[in-house]
């Protein structure tokens, strides 16, 4: 047989597809009349596009400036993005168009608008099999919004973290305005619910709204050599299973780039298991400045008027807990350091995460807090964290204000939780002072480190644990601090080796 050089294109395409099968039917969006000049809108080329490969084909999207509102992903279908091919969130102020509504009938009680919502998207998929989005090209959330509504639970406690206490109400209602005002609106780049069998690999997202990538309830998910550079949170996994994120550079200064959460939002408790974030990294630079390339640290604080972000974290919506999660061989950059939270009810559980590198770290490097906030139906309990291994962790430039710390609460400790092989070293500054402070349990708070305010330890502070082991931990300070460099508050079964405390 003779190949024409076509022939060879398309063979090499369809042997790194994440479904090859896809490549029996191809599909060009020109063909069905997309532009991709920046100023046309291609939303309807793209959805007949989708439509017409739904069931087994991959639509090429080739290099060009793609104008679209929602994008609506159809089963075993792959979207190919060509290096060089741009799809632009359009904006409804300017454009003539709009996203597709909110679902309706959410009841968005105990999460929030954006948690709670996935059709107002740039691309969006519910119950999809075989779905997948590949690179090289650039996913641009340029007119999505990056606010929405809070939760309408009515106890309100913990809604927020403690360092927007001083915000007035006209400052909070800019970050989250009336639910009224986001219809037409976008606030996610991709939202997946209840889908299996998808892939996102090999593309680049920029400024992509309160969420690039939203998966909830989605099972046997890759997320795969991304770059994201965006101005909220970046890759949030809800109540998911069976996922791998690899080799993902992601930048949020205001929010967190990879959270693993099990929240309500699909009216019940659903555990988030079997996770592995493994050879990514995470920053807070300046929004925009890890694509070009300039990793500027100017900006000091994020929006809820705490230090950058750009961190991984479990947490904070929490009902239906962990299980199996294994984070490792990770970088963090400029941001907050590694939290493992649950304050909902739910329980977390078989948490490993290992070879961890942190530089320039913007509050605490380790942060594990067992909380009561119980925002969730009448019966939400107190839920627990225990097994949870961290090791071989290495972290400069700390934030003197803020410690490794574990904060369980009484008669809940945290529990069965091993540090091995951490080196911390601290900016340093703590004064006699600050090694009077007791902080208050603050059951009920939003978890974040700052909650406590300035510790009265530098290096590791413990309280409300049991059944601690910590081998091999070296703490030190640039520049003198007059704390003690570890306290444990109602701590059992402490064991210590290797460790001079």
């Known amino acids: 047989m003779n190949w024409t050089r076509r022939d060879l294109a398309l063979g090499l395409m369809a042997a790194a597809l994440p479904f090859p099968a896809h490549a029996a039917r191809l599909f060009d969006v020109r063909r069905f009349g997309a532009r991709g000049d920046g100023r046309t809108l291609d939303t309807a080329a793209f959805n007949a596009a989708i439509a017409a490969a739904a069931g087994g084909g991959t639509v090429i999207v080739p290099p060009g400036r793609y104008l679209c509102f929602s994008i609506r992903l159809k089963s075993k279908v792959t979207l190919q ?38 059709h107002n998207s740039l691309l969006w998929g519910d119950d999809v099999v075989e779905v997948a989005i590949t690179g090289p090209g650039l996913i641009d959330g340029a007119g999505l919004t990056r606010n929405g509504p809070g939760a ?18 006209r400052q909070i209602d800019q970050l989250e305005p009336a639910t009224a005002a986001m219809n037409g609106q976008g606030n996610k780049a991709i939202a997946l619910k209840n889908g299996r069998d998808i892939v996102l690999s090999g593309f680049t997202m920029r400024q992509c709204g309160h969420f690039a990538i939203l998966a909830t309830r989605t099972r ?40 693993v959460k099990s929240s309500y939002a699909l009216g019940h408790a659903v555990a988030a298991e ?78 490993v995460a290992r070879r961890l590198t942190m530089t320039d770290v913007t509050t605490a490097p380790l942060f594990l807090r067992l909380g009561d906030r119980r925002r969730g139906p ?45 080196a ?28 406590f305010g300035t510790l009265p330890a530098w290096g590791l502070w413990l309280r409300h644990a049991r059944d601690v082991t910590i081998d091999g931990l070296r703490l030190e300070t640039a520049t003198p601090d007059a704390r003690p460099r570890f306290l444990a508050d109602h701590v059992d079964r402490l064991s210590v080796h290797n460790t001079q405390l």
């Open 378 to 422: 009448a019966g939400t309990g107190i839920g627990a964290i225990r097994d949870v291994t961290i090791e071989d962790v290495t972290a400069t430039g700390i934030d003197h204000r803020y410690p490794a710390a574990l904060a369980g609460l009484p008669d809940h400790p945290i529990e069965h939780v091993t540090l091995r092989n951490i």
């Open 81 to 118: 993005l060509a290096k060089g091919a741009i799809i632009e969130a359009a904006d409804p102020a300017r454009h003539s168009g709009s996203y597709d509504l909110p679902e309706s009938g959410v009841e968005q009680l105990y999460q929030d608008f954006g948690h709670s919502h996935w």
């Open 220 to 259: 046997h998910l890759a997320i795969r050599d991304l770059t994201i550079d965006t101005d909220r949170d970046g890759i949030d996994l809800d109540c998911v299973r069976d996922v791998v994120v690899e080799r993902c550079r992601v930048n949020t200064p205001n929010d967190d780039a990879i959270v």
């Open 274 to 351: 079997n996770i592995v974030i493994r050879h990514c990294a995470v920053s807070g630079f300046d929004l925009g400045t890890l694509l070009d390339g300039t990793r500027r640290t100017t900006q000091d604080l994020a929006p809820d008027r705490d230090r950058v972000t750009g961190r991984i974290k479990l947490g904070t919506e929490s009902n239906g807990g962990y299980r199996n999660v294994l984070i490792e061989d990770c970088s963090f950059t400029h941001c907050r350091g590694l939290a493992l939270e649950t304050v909902d009810g739910g329980v977390m559980e078989q948490i």
């Open 424 to 451: 911390l070293t601290y900016r340093g500054g703590g004064t006699t002072e600050d090694a009077a402070n007791r902080p208050e349990e603050h059951a009920s708070a939003y978890p974040e480190p700052s909650m």
């Open 152 to 169: 309408r639970w009515k106890a309100q406690t913990g809604e927020r973290p403690l360092s927007m206490q001083g915000m007035s109400q």
